[in-house]
């Protein structure tokens, strides 16, 4: 049997009446880089933000390592109530690492104690250690030189690059990048997807969701199309962007005007 760092099993996401993830099923394999594509609103970020539980089930389960996350607490027809405690969702972020559109750094500290904070206060490492840590993760991502500047000194690519080396500081098994360059100017965009590209090389298991299908062409060994809350279309990169099966898919490429193969 396939060895799966990550299930997901019939998830479903409702904001009240409305219903956005409409039964979710996936299996993502160790060192797999999975882009998410598909037009706004079709709830590739909403699909995301479930998948460290930022947002609650409204039913199905997600696995790491085959260990289902929360605790089922009681069953009605086909709905689970289903417990998740503080614990259980520290743990699940720790290994399920995520980097935002807004970078969602911390203002009032510099870049070090940027990365240094998760490293001490959720992994209890001594100020030492995350500094040397957080130190060696911000020269991989060539920033070694900003060290004590604070987040409004620097360019928006600059502090998505801290955001992704906070993230990566952790350890996470799996890191989920929510379109970390859509709020960048187009010129720093490079720069970001370089180093996204970097952490795929060395073998992480990885899912971008993003808009730069170029980019998702390059990058993903599989790409996932979201349609109207379900997974519509799924593949490797060429047979998502080079021959889909369904129109949907080939028309949704064709509109989009970044792409460029
Ligand atoms: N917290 C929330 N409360 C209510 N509705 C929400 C919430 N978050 C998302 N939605 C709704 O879920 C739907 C899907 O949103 P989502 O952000 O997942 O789409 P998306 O595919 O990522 O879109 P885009 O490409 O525009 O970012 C939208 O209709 C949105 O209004």
Redesign the pocket.
């Known amino acids: 049997m396939k060895n799966h760092i990550l299930k997901v099993e019939g998830l479903t996401k409702s ?2 009446t ?1 219903q ?1 993830l409409k039964g979710i099923d996936l299996d993502i394999a160790p060192g797999e880089r999975i882009a998410i594509i ?10 995301l933000r479930c998948l460290n539980f930022m947002e609650t089930l409204t039913t199905g389960a997600i696995y790491l390592d085959g260990t289902r996350i929360g605790r089922v607490v009681g069953k009605d027809g086909d709905k689970e109530s289903v417990v998740y405690s503080p614990r259980t969702l520290c743990d699940v972020r720790k290994r399920v690492g995520m980097v935002f559109q807004q970078f969602n750094l911390f203002p009032h500290m510099s870049v070090l104690q940027n990365v240094m904070e998760g490293l001490v206060t959720v992994l209890g490492k001594s100020k030492g250690e995350a500094r040397q840590i957080a130190e060696a993760e911000l020269t991989k991502v060539a920033l070694h030189e900003k060290l004590d500047a604070f987040p409004s000194q620097l360019s928006g690519g600059q502090q998505q690059r801290v955001a992704i080396a906070r993230a990566i500081a952790m350890s996470p098994e799996i890191l989920l990048f929510d ?1 970390p360059t859509s709020s960048l100017d187009p010129e720093l965009v490079g720069e970001v997807l370089r180093t996204i590209n970097t952490l795929g090389e060395e073998g992480r298991t990885m899912l971008l ?1 993003t ?1 730069e299908l170029g980019f998702a062409y390059r990058f993903a060994t599989r790409v996932l199309f ?1 349609y109207d809350g379900k997974i519509h279309e799924q593949g490797t990169a060429e047979e998502i962007f080079k021959n889909p099966q369904s129109e949907r898919t080939r028309a949704f490429i064709a509109r989009s005007s970044e792409f460029s193969l």
Request: glycine fraction near 28%; hydrophobic fraction near 30%.
């Open positions: 904001f009240g409305n956005v598909g037009g706004s609103g079709s709830g590739k970020s909403t699909f379109e969701v808009h979201l």
